[in-house]
């Protein structure tokens, strides 16, 4: 048995998304049906619909910041019940049993987890669709609680932006005392201000623009450093603990090096793909500076990071679009017309 839902999709890489039924599956034992409030919208989204990795399979409904409250739980389900505020990230399944998964980091399942969109279910082979959508139905394993107290609607860009960055900023321990850089101001670099200058951090950010100035202050930056300044580059020589680079296109990331201390780290969390142009090791060797990646976080850490926002009252700062209006969305996030996420009120759909 499966229900019919209303959702948006893409059928192929060059046409808009528009108004598509498909079909849920019926819960499981261990399932959550969420009704949907509001889906965020990732630049994820934008590059599978236009199939710019090369893997979409159409259709696809994209969507993978959820946030809604439950309409029903199966008969294993304990953790959750009817009412209650829960999200939906990046992930809805893994093989729960490899070392990753064991250690709650799904994300790097060895057998590869399975995306809430344009992946395939391990237990009946079909495919998943996301969040554009009036309802989703998610393991309960998969399903995070959402503090009641935050803005709703402003909750949905923690399950992918926020989430990615602050999964570094644990994974390298930051806190009190802590230096940290981060590179572009856009739904990542936002959500990275904040959550660094939260856990007490003393925040810069690394801009080409001096336009960019008060938002990074408003946010809760201590210093905005042009990286266009070579004298201001160079005040900021061996100074950060973790430079967290946002940035989602081909970039030259060598003038940041020397602004690490002894066994700093740049880690990528918005790049995918090559180091255009090439990294030079000469800063690595003579500091023991180090050059990492991640990819969004666990569950586990992504719970944490929900309890922190609920703790701290951070949100994402967004802009919200009725349903009908993504296509459009599309084209200005292309141009970096939003400040800094786009989040669907599902009502309109």
């Keep these: 048995m499966t229900q019919t839902v209303q959702g948006y999709a893409a059928h192929s890489h060059d ?21 949907i409030l509001y889906t965020g919208v990732c630049h994820s989204d934008l590059h599978t619909a236009r199939n710019d990795w090369g893997f979409t399979t159409y259709p696809v409904v994209p969507g993978h910041e959820i946030v809604g409250r439950v309409t029903a739980v199966g008969s294993g389900v304990d953790k959750f019940k009817v009412g209650d505020l829960v999200g939906v990230g990046c992930l809805v399944d893994s093989c729960r049993e490899c070392e990753p998964c064991r250690n709650h980091l799904e994300q790097y399942c060895d057998n590869g987890f399975v995306a809430t969109y344009d992946s395939t279910d391990k237990h009946d082979g079909l495919r998943t669709y996301g969040g ?33 960055t602050w999964s570094p900023l644990r994974r390298w321990k930051v806190g009190k005392g802590s230096k940290v850089a981060v590179v572009g101001l856009g739904g990542l670099g936002h959500m990275a201000i904040k959550l660094a200058h939260a856990l007490g951090a003393e925040v810069s950010l690394f801009s080409r623009s001096p336009g960019k100035a008060d938002d990074a202050y408003r946010l809760g930056a201590d210093k905005v450093i042009l990286s266009t300044d070579n004298a201001q580059m160079q005040a900021a020589a061996n100074q950060f603990d973790l430079i967290i680079d946002t940035v989602p296109y081909e970039h030259d990331v060598n003038p940041y090096m020397p602004t690490l201390k002894l066994d700093g780290t740049l880690v990528f969390v918005g790049l995918v793909g090559d180091i255009t142009p090439a990294l030079s090791t000469i800063p690595m060797l003579f500091k023991r500076r180090n050059v990492a990646g991640s990819l969004i976080g666990g569950l586990k850490e992504t719970q944490e990071l929900l309890d922190f926002c609920g703790e701290h009252n951070i949100v994402s700062d967004i802009e919200v679009i009725d349903m009908k209006d993504i296509n459009e969305a599309y084209e200005r996030m292309l141009k970096s017309d939003v400040k800094y996420r786009f989040v669907i009120d599902m009502a309109t759909l």
């Design 132 to 164: 554009y959508s009036k309802s989703i139905t998610v393991s309960d394993a998969f399903v995070l609680k959402v503090p009641e107290n935050l803005d709703t609607k402003a909750v949905p860009p923690i399950l992918c932006a926020g989430i990615t």
């Design 15 to 35: 046409t808009p998304l528009e108004p598509f039924s498909f079909e849920r599956r019926d819960p499981r034992p261990d399932d959550v049906v969420i009704d």
